[in-house]
C-alpha cells in the first residue's frame, strides 16, 4: 500500500525515512488489530514538523506477520490505515508508506536491512538517499541507513535501549524519542544549508 501526496521536484530531495512500531506507535508484536494501534507521545508532532518543512515522510515497515500468519495483508493495511486517521486527527500526514509481508527465509529484497523499501520508494519520489535519515528502534534500520548511505538515527522508544545494547557500531545519533530525533534532524539539515 502506498499513499502519495508528493509533488515531483526538479532535484531530488532529502526525505525522512520512518520506522513504523516502536518509532511511531506501541509496539504490540505481529499487530493486526486496527483498533489496539497507538500513537507513541510526540509522533504526531514530530511528523507535523517535517509535513510543515515539506520534507517527505516515507515509513518503511516490516511486516513479516503476514508470512508467518499471525495476520492478513488486508489487517496490515488495515492497521496502516489506522496509522493514518490517528496521525490527521493530530495534522499530520504521511507522504508514502511501504512495508514488506515477507519471512525472513524468503529472501526478499525489501526486508529490512535490504534496501527494497527505500529504492521503490526514492526512485518513484525522487529522493537522494545520501541526504537522507533513517530513523527507527532496531539495529536492522541502522543497517538499512547504512545499506542507502543515509543517516542513521536510532530511537529509545520500543526495543531501542536494549537494541543499542547490542549494536557493534553506533548509530549517527540516538534518541529519547521521534521528537527528539526529528529536532535533531531539523538542525542538521539547517547547517547543510547554512
Ligand atoms: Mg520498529
Ligand atoms: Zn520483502
Same mark, same amino acid.
Given at each position: 500500500?502506498?499513499?502519495?501526496?508528493?509533488?515531483?521536484? *526538479?532535484?531530488?530531495? @532529502?526525505?525522512?525515512?520512518?520506522?513504523?512500531?516502536?518509532?511511531?506507535?506501541?509496539?504490540?508484536?505481529?499487530?493486526?488489530?486496527? +483498533?489496539?494501534?497507538?500513537?507513541?507521545?510526540?509522533?504526531?508532532?514530530?511528523?507535523? *514538523?517535517?509535513?510543515?518543512?515539506? !520534507?517527505?515522510?516515507?515509513?518503511?515497515?516490516?511486516?513479516?506477520?503476514?508470512?508467518?500468519?499471525?495476520?492478513?495483508? *488486508?489487517?496490515?493495511?488495515?492497521?496502516?490505515?489506522?496509522?493514518? +486517521?490517528?496521525?490527521?486527527?493530530?495534522?499530520?500526514?504521511?507522504?508514502?508508506?511501504?512495508?514488506?509481508?515477507?519471512?525472513?527465509?524468503?529472501?526478499?529484497?525489501?526486508?529490512?536491512?535490504?534496501?527494497?523499501? !527505500?529504492?521503490?520508494?526514492? +526512485?518513484?519520489?525522487? !529522493?537522494?538517499?545520501?541526504?537522507?535519515?533513517?530513523?527507527?528502534?532496531?539495529?536492522?534500520?541502522?543497517?538499512?541507513?547504512?545499506?542507502?548511505?543515509?543517516?542513521?538515527?536510532?530511537?529509545?522508544?520500543?526495543?531501542?535501549?536494549?537494541?543499542?545494547?547490542?549494536?557493534?557500531? @553506533?548509530?549517527?545519533?540516538?534518541? @529519547?524519542?521521534?521528537?527528539? @530525533?526529528?529536532?535533531?534532524?531539523?538542525?542538521?539539515? *539547517?547547517? +547543510?544549508?547554512?
Amino acid at each position: 500500500m502506498t499513499q502519495n501526496k508528493m509533488k515531483k521536484k *526538479e532535484h531530488n530531495s @532529502a526525505a525522512v525515512f520512518l520506522d513504523r512500531d516502536g518509532t511511531i506507535n506501541v509496539d504490540t508484536g505481529y499487530m493486526s488489530d486496527p +483498533e489496539a494501534l497507538e500513537l507513541l507521545p510526540g509522533a504526531a508532532a514530530a511528523i507535523k *514538523e517535517l509535513n510543515l518543512k515539506r !520534507i517527505p515522510v516515507v515509513v518503511v515497515s516490516n511486516q513479516s506477520a503476514v508470512a508467518r500468519g499471525y495476520a492478513t495483508e *488486508e489487517q496490515v493495511e488495515s492497521v496502516n490505515a489506522r496509522l493514518i +486517521e490517528l496521525l490527521d486527527a493530530e495534522d499530520a500526514y504521511l507522504d508514502a508508506l511501504y512495508f514488506c509481508a515477507h519471512h525472513p527465509d524468503d529472501g526478499c529484497v525489501c526486508r529490512k536491512p535490504a534496501p527494497g523499501l !527505500i529504492d521503490s520508494a526514492s +526512485e518513484k519520489h525522487s !529522493i537522494d538517499t545520501a541526504r537522507s535519515y533513517v530513523v527507527g528502534d532496531k539495529r536492522s534500520d541502522m543497517e538499512l541507513a547504512r545499506a542507502v548511505g543515509a543517516t542513521a538515527v536510532m530511537v529509545m522508544t520500543g526495543l531501542g535501549e536494549v537494541e543499542l545494547k547490542r549494536s557493534e557500531k @553506533a548509530p549517527d545519533f540516538a534518541a @529519547a524519542d521521534l521528537g527528539k @530525533a526529528v529536532k535533531w534532524i531539523l538542525a542538521q539539515m *539547517e547547517n +547543510e544549508t547554512a
